[in-house]
Structures are given as structure tokens and as C-alpha cells.
């Protein structure tokens, strides 16, 4: 081939490299052009969503990615220290469900002398998702050996448009009057397990906050900081609302007064003794003991409190960070609603944050969750020693130290069980957790040397 064959053979070269890269370019442009657009367009309303939408599935017409994520919370996964086993149950007329979560007080026989003469004693099983939370409350069989009120569906249902249709459009009368009625007619007034209306505002998708047992609670909070008539739907900002939506049923909680009112304890603070001198103040009890004829307190889900004295929490990390972390579908960034452990979803929910691999990220939240066990085992085992000293004392008619000793055992029996019904075996807040063990543990004790000291070794 002579020069000016081999000039034109470059010179073709050249221009299909340039049409090449021309057309890649253009690619890329329209590929970067329709993320725009999608990212312009976070959902499509295909339906018309109202304050009376409580069928999830009618959201995830607008909202497909994050109501497939949602349908997921039916998994059942175990982890090392938490989760649940999907155990075969033989349905009756009186619980149809052919599958349940693991028997704890099965697990841990201790619970039920801990617990005696309450409901929990008779059936308390591993949480499921939450697609399970208003079937395993309709069919506990606390419900048959206890008159549970209302109130208690505010967090195992989706009841903000319950309530609503209850107060006639008034949420505070709406709660009021629920709490009031008897479970099983309240449960007919419910549909679903909580759903995306509890969480979110059907017009702006905003979250809010629709418990009003929350709103009182985090206003006395706020109180204690000097924030007066502090509401969060207002005054909160989005990343707080992020782990406040979570807070409005992850707590402490009791039924007060003979209206079954829904409340928080955080009067004195958020940290468990300031709750328990809540309980102290007020004189509450949740039942008598069976065995001690001790004024006993049975602590809830802790969840919002224990967090509240962590490093995240102090940090900025909300409960949706880790719980629900942000993904990507398409050019949209959403958070996954298929809420679970992070230990389930290490990549997203760690990972963000902590650049490490995935097994030593694992390893160090089961290190912490173990500890937090093992103290959890010696507070259990010091209280279940207590009980047997105080069951003892009234068999034999003792008196002397008796009431001091049963008053040791409330307190340590809630503290105790602050740690235990609290769903993150301590890694929410390791050092809270192992001083409010740390606190059981001693006041069992004390109890044990009330009794002692007044009838000799």
C-alpha cells in the first residue's frame, strides 16, 4: 500500500473513532438525562392516597419499590442473640396461625418465676417483623388469661385512622377513646399491622408523628431541657423524625389510670433508674407477684430509650440509618422498608460508616451482645434468687425486712428487664446497659441481705 493508501486507512480510522466516541458520548448524555428524570419523578401518583388509605397495597401503587421492600418484613431470620425461627403450630379455633415465633420463656425457664402470676409467664415468644406484630397480638395467649384494653393496638396495628374515625376527626379524642374500649372490640376496628399512613402524611409523604402517647411523652422531655410545648410534627427535624417515627412504639409504656391511658415514663428523663423513679413517684405497679407478694413492674420494648444513650444517638444516627438504610433503585435514593437487624444487611446499614469487613463489623456487635448476655444471666440469676429468699420468708411467716426486701426486688426485677426486653442485647448502648445490669445486680442483692440480716446467717 503506498502513502496515500495508508493516510486514508488512518484518516477512516480516525473518523470511526470519532463516531464511536460520539455516540458513546450521546449515550451517555441520555443515560444521564433520564436519571435526571427519574430523579425528578420520586413516584408516579397512581392513586389517590387520603387520611383514609390504610391498605398498603393501594400506597405501593405510587410507591412499588418501597411496598415490595414492606411485603418483606414476613422473612423470619435468625440471628445469634435475636429474630425468630419460623416454628410449625398446629392451628385451633382459638389460634389459627400454622407458624410461630420460638417459646422465650421455654428458652429461659427463669423468666417464669421472674414473671409469676403475670400473663407473660403464660406465653412470651421471640418478636417477629413486622408484618406479623397485630396477628401474634391477637393470638398471644395472654389474651386469654388477661383483659387486655385497647390501648394496646396502637402499636400492633395500623390505628391512626381508627383513631380518627373514633374522635370524629379529633386524634386526642380518637385516642382516648381507644384506649378505653376492651381489646376485642377495638380489634375490630383495625385492618392492618402498621402501615405506611402511621409514619407518613398521604399528601407530602412527609414523615409524622401519629401516636399521641409519643407527642406527651417527647413534650416532657423536651420540658426537662427547657423547650416548652415542644411538638415534634413542627419542631423536629427530618433526621430526628427518622428515629422519632420509630420511637412512637419502640418504648416503656404503661396504661394508666383506670382509663388504660397510653404513657410514656419520661417525666425524670429517659435513662432506665429515671424511669423506674417515674414508677416510684407514681406508685404504679403492674401486677403482684405470685410468689413475693412484691408490687412488680414489667418493662416493654425499650428500644427509643436505650439508643437515646448510645454513640449513634449522640452521633446523629437514627434508627432508619441502620434499620431502614438509604438504597438505590434507579437514579432514586429511598430508604429499604424492609425493616430488620442490620447484622442482616451489613453492607448498607455498617458499612456507610465503618470501613471494615463485613465478618470483623459482625464480629464486634455479637462481642458486645454476648458480655451484655452474660450480665444479663448473673442480674437473672441474682433476682431468681431473690424471689426464692423472699418466697421462703412469707412461707415461714418472717416479717422483719420483708417489705424493703420486696421493694429491692421491684426495682431490680424492672432494671433487669429493661436489658432484657430491650431488642438489641445492649449493642444499642453497651455501657448503659451493662450499668443498668450492673444496678440489678446490686439491688438483688441488697434485697437477699434484707432478709438475712434480720434472721442471722
Same mark, same amino acid.
Given at each position: 500500500?503506498?502513502?496515500?493508501?495508508?493516510?486514508?486507512?488512518?484518516?477512516?480510522?480516525?473518523?470511526?473513532?470519532?463516531?464511536?466516541?460520539?455516540?458513546?458520548? =450521546?449515550?451517555?448524555?441520555?443515560?444521564?438525562?433520564?436519571?435526571?428524570?427519574?430523579?425528578?419523578?420520586?413516584?408516579?401518583?397512581?392513586?389517590?392516597?387520603?387520611?383514609?388509605?390504610?391498605?398498603?397495597?393501594?400506597?405501593?401503587?405510587?410507591?412499588?419499590?418501597?411496598?415490595?421492600?414492606?411485603?418483606?418484613?414476613?422473612?423470619?431470620?435468625?440471628?445469634?442473640?435475636?429474630?425468630?425461627?419460623?416454628?410449625?403450630?398446629?392451628?385451633?379455633?382459638?389460634?389459627?396461625?400454622?407458624?410461630?415465633?420460638?417459646?422465650?420463656?421455654?428458652?429461659?425457664?427463669?423468666?417464669?418465676?421472674?414473671?409469676?402470676?403475670?400473663?407473660?409467664?403464660?406465653?412470651?415468644?421471640?418478636?417477629?417483623?413486622?408484618?406479623?406484630?397485630?396477628?401474634?397480638?391477637?393470638?398471644?395467649?395472654?389474651?386469654?388469661?388477661?383483659?387486655?384494653?385497647? =390501648?394496646?393496638?396502637?402499636?400492633?396495628?395500623?390505628? !391512626?385512622?381508627?383513631?380518627?374515625?373514633?374522635?370524629?376527626?379529633?386524634?386526642?379524642?380518637?385516642?382516648?377513646?381507644?384506649?378505653?374500649?376492651?381489646?376485642?372490640?377495638?380489634?375490630?376496628?383495625?385492618?392492618?399491622?402498621?402501615?405506611?399512613?402511621?409514619?407518613?402524611?398521604?399528601?407530602?409523604?412527609?414523615?409524622?408523628?401519629?401516636?399521641?402517647?409519643?407527642?406527651?411523652?417527647?413534650?416532657?422531655?423536651?420540658?426537662?431541657?427547657?423547650?416548652?410545648? !415542644?411538638?415534634?410534627? =413542627?419542631?423536629?427535624?427530618?433526621?430526628?423524625?427518622?428515629?422519632?417515627?420509630?420511637?412512637?412504639?419502640?418504648?416503656?409504656? !404503661?396504661?394508666?389510670?383506670?382509663?388504660?391511658?397510653? =404513657?410514656?415514663?419520661?417525666?425524670?428523663?429517659?435513662?432506665?433508674?429515671?424511669?423506674?423513679?417515674?414508677?416510684?413517684?407514681?406508685?404504679?405497679?403492674?401486677?403482684?407477684?405470685?410468689?413475693?407478694?412484691?408490687?412488680?413492674?414489667?418493662?416493654?420494648?425499650?428500644?427509643?430509650?436505650?439508643?437515646?444513650?448510645?454513640?449513634?444517638?449522640?452521633?446523629?444516627?437514627?434508627?432508619?440509618?441502620?434499620?431502614?438504610?438509604?438504597?438505590?433503585?434507579?437514579?432514586?435514593?429511598?430508604?429499604?422498608?424492609?425493616?430488620?437487624?442490620?447484622?442482616?444487611?451489613?453492607?448498607?446499614?455498617?458499612? &456507610?460508616?465503618?470501613?471494615?469487613?463485613?465478618?470483623?463489623?459482625?464480629?464486634?456487635?455479637?462481642?458486645?451482645?454476648?458480655?451484655?448476655?452474660?450480665?444479663?444471666?448473673?442480674?437473672?440469676?441474682?433476682?431468681?434468687?431473690?424471689?426464692?429468699?423472699?418466697?421462703?420468708?412469707?412461707?415461714?411467716?418472717?416479717?422483719?425486712?420483708?417489705?424493703?426486701?420486696?421493694?429491692?426486688?421491684?426495682?431490680?426485677?424492672?432494671?433487669?428487664?429493661?436489658?432484657?426486653?430491650?431488642?438489641? &442485647?445492649?449493642?444499642?448502648?453497651?455501657?448503659?446497659?451493662?450499668?443498668?445490669?450492673?444496678?440489678?445486680?446490686?439491688?438483688?442483692?441488697?434485697?437477699?441481705?434484707?432478709?438475712?440480716?434480720?434472721?442471722?446467717?
Amino acid at each position: 500500500m503506498d502513502q496515500t493508501g495508508r493516510v486514508s486507512v488512518k484518516l477512516l480510522a480516525l473518523a470511526l473513532l470519532a463516531a464511536g466516541a460520539a455516540l458513546a458520548m =450521546t449515550a451517555l448524555l441520555i443515560n444521564i438525562f433520564e436519571r435526571h428524570q427519574e430523579a425528578k419523578n420520586v413516584f408516579f401518583r397512581v392513586v389517590e392516597l387520603t387520611d383514609h388509605t390504610e391498605d398498603p397495597a393501594e400506597w405501593g401503587k405510587n410507591f412499588p419499590f418501597q411496598f415490595d421492600a414492606y411485603r418483606r418484613t414476613v422473612d423470619q431470620v435468625r440471628t445469634r442473640f435475636g429474630g425468630s425461627e419460623a416454628l410449625p403450630h398446629e392451628p385451633t379455633a382459638a389460634d389459627p396461625r400454622s407458624v410461630v415465633a420460638q417459646s422465650k420463656i421455654e428458652e429461659d425457664p427463669r423468666l417464669k418465676t421472674i414473671w409469676a402470676g403475670y400473663a407473660f409467664a403464660h406465653d412470651f415468644r421471640e418478636e417477629r417483623g413486622h408484618a406479623f406484630m397485630l396477628e401474634d397480638q391477637t393470638y398471644t395467649e395472654r389474651q386469654a388469661v388477661a383483659k387486655q384494653p385497647g =390501648t394496646c393496638l396502637q402499636c400492633h396495628s395500623s390505628a !391512626y385512622a381508627a383513631m380518627m374515625k373514633l374522635g370524629e376527626g379529633d386524634l386526642m379524642k380518637g385516642f382516648e377513646s381507644m384506649n378505653r374500649l376492651p381489646y376485642a372490640e377495638a380489634r375490630k376496628l383495625v385492618t392492618h399491622p402498621v402501615t405506611c399512613l402511621d409514619c407518613h402524611a398521604p399528601d407530602t409523604m412527609q414523615l409524622r408523628i401519629t401516636r399521641p402517647a409519643f407527642i406527651e411523652g417527647i413534650r416532657a422531655v423536651k420540658a426537662r431541657e427547657g423547650i416548652r410545648d !415542644y411538638d415534634p410534627n =413542627t419542631m423536629a427535624t427530618r433526621q430526628e423524625m427518622r428515629s422519632f417515627v420509630c420511637g412512637q412504639c419502640h418504648v416503656e409504656y !404503661y396504661f394508666k389510670g383506670p382509663e388504660k391511658r397510653l =404513657t410514656f415514663p419520661w417525666t425524670n428523663g429517659l435513662r432506665a433508674d429515671e424511669i423506674l423513679a417515674s414508677y416510684e413517684e407514681s406508685g404504679f405497679k403492674d401486677w403482684i407477684h405470685a410468689d413475693t407478694g412484691a408490687p412488680t413492674l414489667k418493662a416493654q420494648h425499650p428500644e427509643f430509650e436505650l439508643w437515646s444513650q448510645g454513640i449513634h444517638a449522640r452521633s446523629g444516627v437514627s434508627c432508619a440509618d441502620c434499620h431502614m438504610p438509604y438504597k438505590r433503585e434507579g437514579a432514586m435514593k429511598i430508604s429499604d422498608h424492609h425493616v430488620r437487624s442490620p447484622l442482616l444487611n451489613i453492607n448498607r446499614s455498617c458499612q &456507610t460508616c465503618h470501613r471494615w469487613p463485613e465478618a470483623e463489623l459482625k464480629e464486634r456487635v455479637e462481642t458486645i451482645q454476648h458480655r451484655t448476655f452474660e450480665l444479663r444471666n448473673r442480674a437473672m440469676d441474682a433476682v431468681v434468687a431473690l424471689i426464692g429468699d423472699l418466697k421462703a420468708a412469707r412461707t415461714r411467716g418472717q416479717i422483719a425486712g420483708l417489705s424493703e426486701a420486696q421493694t429491692l426486688q421491684r426495682q431490680a426485677q424492672f432494671l433487669l428487664d429493661f436489658v432484657e426486653a430491650e431488642n438489641s &442485647t445492649g449493642f444499642h448502648a453497651p455501657q448503659e446497659a451493662a450499668r443498668v445490669l450492673g444496678q440489678s445486680i446490686d439491688l438483688a442483692r441488697r434485697g437477699q441481705l434484707a432478709l438475712r440480716d434480720r434472721t442471722g446467717p
